[in-house]
Each structure stands twice: as structure tokens, then as C-alpha cells.
């Protein structure tokens, strides 16, 4: 039972470019979300999805497109990165949004210059 | 608009004294809050959890009080413990969306 991974680690990207974060849990859990972690902003939530073919948006949605094609996995892309994005990104699931407890992953370190 | 707000960003506490962590809402829709811990370079992990229908949950050294028409929460730590060492975030969740929302923290240092 690996939990939550997260690929990649650490990634730069350059003005502009495009690339997808990845995330899957092997927990068969429902809900899943992606945050951002910057310095003095505490985790914001960027989107989440209640299962398989539903995503919605967070807190700051802007630049950034998930899709929810299987239970395991929520991807989520940065169509043409910005400086602004240079953050700690965090998937997250659980079984449901109600009254659980979410699981973590180790996080991705993005660089944007 | 902040919908959680942890207003301290850091507080020092003696090794052994109790640590005591707030956390303020404003969405009186929130019926479930939780807190989480977090180290450097590792993800947040799941602490403790409370929801509206008590106004204390405890497990070993962590307590969680919640005053609802305050819309404030805490955390206890006691005794606290050099391990303590971490960031905090406060989280809530409830109402007609599946949200659920962070604080921006406070880092605990536990002083020897």
C-alpha cells in the first residue's frame, strides 16, 4: 500500500511551457485534490474531484486544467507555466469530503523561471 | 476572503509547558475541522479532528476544543516535546460544497 505518490519530485520549467503534475492512490479513495503551499499562504486549494469523471474548482484555479478519468489517478496540468506558479504542490485524498481525514503525498517542488 | 484564519505565525513554547494553537473560522457552514502537522519537505499528516456536534476531542497529548459561537478552535499539546517541532494547519470543512479549506499555519517551535 503505497498511499499517495507524487511524480515529479522537483521539476523547472521555463516561462511558458507546459507539464503535468502527477498523482495516484492506491486506496480506492473518492475524493482527491491538489493544494499549493507558498510561503506565508498556508495550502490553497487549487481543484478537487468527489470521484471518477466530477472535478471542480478551489480557491485559485487559474492556470491549471485537472481531469479525473479513473479513481486512482488526478493529473493536474499547467498548460503555459508563469513565475507566479513556482510553488510546493500537494495531492491529497480520502474516502469522502465528509467528516475524513485526508492522506498527503510527499509533494512537488516546481520552479518556474 | 480568508474563511480560516490561524492569526499567529509562530510561537515558541518550553519543552515540557503546553503549547496552545488557534484557529478562527468564518463560515458557519464548517461542521467538521481538523488540525494537521507538517515537517519540512514531507507532507501534511492528519493529528486530531473534531466535529460541530462536540466541543472536545482528545488523543494522548492533543486536545481540540471547539466554541462554535465563537467560531474559534484550538489546539493543546501537553506536555510538549522537541518532536512538536512543526508547522500546524488548522482545516474546516461543511456546507453545500465538497471543500475542504487550510489555514496559512503556525510554526510551533518547542524550545529545549
Known amino acids: 500500500n503505497a498511499g499517495v505518490t507524487q511524480t515529479p519530485k522537483f521539476q523547472v520549467l521555463k516561462t511558458g511551457q507546459s507539464m503535468t503534475l502527477q498523482c495516484a492512490q492506491d486506496?480506492?479513495?473518492?475524493?482527491m485534490s491538489w493544494y499549493r503551499q507558498d510561503p506565508g499562504m498556508g495550502l490553497r486549494l487549487i481543484h478537487y474531484?468527489?470521484?471518477?469523471?466530477?472535478?471542480d474548482q478551489g480557491e485559485v484555479p487559474n492556470g491549471y486544467n485537472v481531469s479525473r478519468s479513473t479513481t486512482e489517478d488526478f493529473p493536474l496540468r499547467l498548460l503555459s507555466a508563469a513565475p507566479s506558479q513556482t510553488s510546493v504542490y500537494f495531492c491529497?485524498?480520502?474516502?469522502?469530503?465528509?467528516?475524513?481525514?485526508?492522506?498527503f503525498g510527499p509533494g512537488t517542488r516546481l520552479l518556474v523561471l | 476572503d480568508q474563511q480560516v484564519k490561524q492569526n499567529s505565525p509562530s510561537l515558541s513554547v518550553q519543552e515540557g509547558r503546553i503549547s496552545i494553537l488557534n484557529c478562527d473560522y468564518t463560515n458557519s457552514m464548517f461542521d467538521y475541522f481538523l488540525w494537521y502537522k507538517k515537517y519540512p519537505a514531507e507532507g501534511p499528516t492528519f493529528l486530531i479532528s473534531?466535529?460541530?456536534?462536540?466541543d472536545k476531542n482528545e488523543d494522548g497529548r492533543f486536545t481540540v476544543f471547539l466554541n462554535k459561537s465563537a467560531k474559534h478552535l484550538s489546539l493543546h499539546i501537553v506536555p510538549s516535546q522537541p518532536g512538536d517541532s512543526a508547522v500546524y494547519f488548522c482545516?474546516?470543512?461543511?456546507?453545500?460544497?465538497?471543500?475542504?479549506?487550510f489555514g496559512k499555519g503556525t510554526r510551533l517551535h518547542i524550545l529545549p
Open positions: 482545516a474546516a470543512s461543511g456546507g453545500r460544497d465538497d471543500k475542504i479549506i
Open positions: 491529497a485524498s480520502s474516502y469522502s469530503v465528509r467528516q475524513e481525514t485526508q492522506y
Open positions: 486506496m480506492n479513495h473518492e475524493y
Open positions: 474531484s468527489v470521484g471518477a469523471g466530477i472535478t
Open positions: 473534531i466535529s460541530s456536534i462536540k
